[in-house]
């Protein structure tokens, strides 16, 4: 059974920086396309970003609003995925999902998501 | 590169069918056979029910099917359940764009 848990969000200030995890099971994780989507309070999905499997050349890639500030790595031999956050904004405030990623963009699997606060 | 525009919401009556459309560009959607769409209860993780524009991964209910002309994609629930209450997103690949793929905006649907 595919298992994603997500761990680290939590209440953050303006201009601080968080960490975000991801513990992978049940699938071959070290051959696994990943993302980060995340949804703002009552809002729609978005996405942050994704890293490709290291035999695709472990490249990452990252939405507008985020790119410059966030960072997406990767830890095969942890079966662990990771999202690193700098420079926080309000507008980050967000449920962060985890998920499996096929090439062309299907989210097939889901964590239960970790709520980032960024708030004064 | 702007999201998918959905309707925000549609509603039926249960036994009823409904179309969600999903309307993109000719660099999206219009583009690539690779439209999915997502359900999402209240408080609830998104759930995986369509790919390739059309194709139901294995357990999704063959009342959920899926379309495209042009630029536009659609979701049909036919059959409406109570049980299908909820936001639906989809998602679209987008080549080489700044983002290689957009979300919709979301729909609720309602069942009355």
């Known amino acids: 059974e595919v298992q994603l848990v997500e761990s680290g969000g939590g209440l953050v200030k303006p201009g601080g920086s968080l960490r975000l995890s991801c513990a992978a099971s049940g699938f071959n994780f070290s051959n696994a396309w990943m993302s980060w989507v995340r949804q703002a309070p009552g809002e729609g999905l978005e996405w942050v970003g994704r890293?490709?499997?290291?035999?695709?050349?472990?490249?990452?890639d990252y939405a507008a609003p985020v790119k410059g500030r966030f960072t997406i790595s990767r830890d095969d031999s942890k079966n662990t995925l990771y999202l690193q956050m700098n420079s926080l904004k309000t507008e980050d405030t967000a449920l962060y999902y985890c998920?499996?990623?096929?090439?062309?963009?299907?989210?097939?699997?889901w964590g239960q998501g970790t709520l980032v606060t960024v708030s004064s | 590169q702007s999201a998918l525009t959905q309707p925000a919401s549609v509603s039926g009556s249960p036994g009823q069918s409904i179309t969600i459309s999903c309307t993109g560009t000719s660099s999206d959607v219009g583009s690539y056979n690779l439209v999915a769409w997502y359900q999402q209860h209240p408080g609830k993780v998104p759930k995986f029910m369509i790919y390739?524009?059309?194709k139901r991964p294995s357990g999704v209910s063959n009342r959920f099917s899926g379309s495209k002309s042009g630029n536009t994609a659609s979701l049909t629930i036919s059959g409406l359940q109570a049980e299908d209450e909820a936001d639906y997103y989809c998602c679209s690949y987008a080549g080489s764009s700044t983002f290689p793929y957009v979300f919709g905006t979301g729909t609720k649907v309602t069942v009355l």
């Open positions: 390739e524009v059309s």
């Open positions: 890293i490709k499997s290291q035999t695709d050349g472990g490249t990452t």
């Open positions: 998920t499996t990623l096929q090439r062309y963009g299907e989210c097939r699997f």
